[in-house]
């Protein structure tokens, strides 16, 4: 029996992304198509997912709308790519420092004060409408034409943003980032003497029961561990190496405060705290980030230099 041109190539995804084609093996007989897709292509699950939903995938010719739908050896899948939509956000032209870009990710040092995403009351300044002006070739993120962001930093605190071009790129890098192979540490200036050279906080964290704003130690809360090293004793104060193992909202800052060594210039969690000098922002960087590119398989790791009021803050504390 003569193959097509798709049959000759089982797995095509296409320059231009307009289609996913799969012609089914025997592996690949009785699974889920959505499972069976997202093995085969380059897109995640969920947006797998959402494209059947929506009646983008046809087997042999017939459309299917069931995510669930199981395949059969010699089925010929093909999912359509709608070209990514705009989605209504500004192009800013605002400075951004990105330290590192390539055709899939972009390594941004993002300032303390901004804010990442557009929002109820920041709807510009953001990391993404500066993104959105300074990066374009943007391949476009579940079907919107706006950058990945794998992980978040709030708007007080600074440093090292990974941002995907792509789906590809954004479901490989969502997965270190999930299981962990993704390394991040941060500089931190917390109040008071440790005990300890060094040490680990496994505490869970949930929404605050009365101020929703805020994050608490609370049980049954998404478990969390972060582990911190003194690097120098500062007076009233310790600098800190801070190593992520969770990325929970607020993560170090709500860790920190339980312990009783809040960070300095936090005025969510320690409003209070005096400590004789000026402390002109929260004292929390990004400092490095370590990941496998998605594309290469190579081990990258990027740093961030402080910034100057984070130095020039230590500086008055030694």
């Not at 950058?147 to 954004?170: C, E, F, Q, Y």
């Amino acid at each position: 029996m003569e193959q097509t041109p798709a049959e000759q190539k089982p797995m095509e995804q296409k320059a231009a992304e307009t289609c996913v084609e799969w012609l089914c093996t025997a592996e690949d007989a009785s699974s889920r198509v959505d499972a069976c897709l997202c093995r085969h292509s380059e897109l995640s699950r969920s947006r797998i997912a959402s494209l059947i939903i929506e009646g983008a995938l046809t087997i042999d010719g017939a459309i299917e709308t069931k995510a669930a739908a199981k395949v059969q050896e010699g089925q010929f899948l093909r999912l359509a790519l709608p070209q990514a939509r705009p989605v209504g956000i500004d192009a800013q032209d605002i400075p951004l420092d990105i330290l590192y870009q390539d055709a899939d990710i972009v390594v941004v040092n993002k300032p303390c004060g901004m804010v990442v995403h557009p929002a109820a009351g920041n709807e510009s300044g953001t990391l993404v409408n500066a993104l959105l002006y300074h990066v374009r070739d943007l391949s476009g993120i579940g079907g919107e034409m706006r950058p990945g962001i794998v992980h978040r930093l709030d708007k007080d605190t600074s440093g090292l943003i990974l941002v995907a071009k792509n789906d590809r790129a954004h479901a490989a890098m969502s997965e270190q980032f999930k299981s962990r192979t993704m390394e991040k540490h941060y500089r931190a200036v917390a109040y008071g003497a440790f005990g300890q050279d060094q040490g680990r906080i496994d505490a869970p964290i949930a929404r605050h029961p009365v101020d929703r704003k805020k994050m608490a130690v609370l049980e049954g809360g998404k478990p969390s561990s972060t582990e911190w090293l003194v690097i120098q004793r500062l007076q009233g104060a310790t600098y800190l190496d801070v190593h992520l193992l969770t990325g929970r909202t607020h993560q170090i800052r709500v860790h920190m405060h339980s312990i009783g060594h809040p960070l300095l210039g936090d005025r969510i969690y320690a409003p209070n705290i005096k400590t004789g000098v000026r402390i002109p922002r929260l004292m929390l960087h990004a400092y490095s980030l370590a990941f496998t590119h998605p594309t290469t398989g190579k081990r990258m790791e990027l740093t961030a230099p402080l910034p100057d009021a984070f130095l020039q803050t230590l500086q008055k504390l030694t």
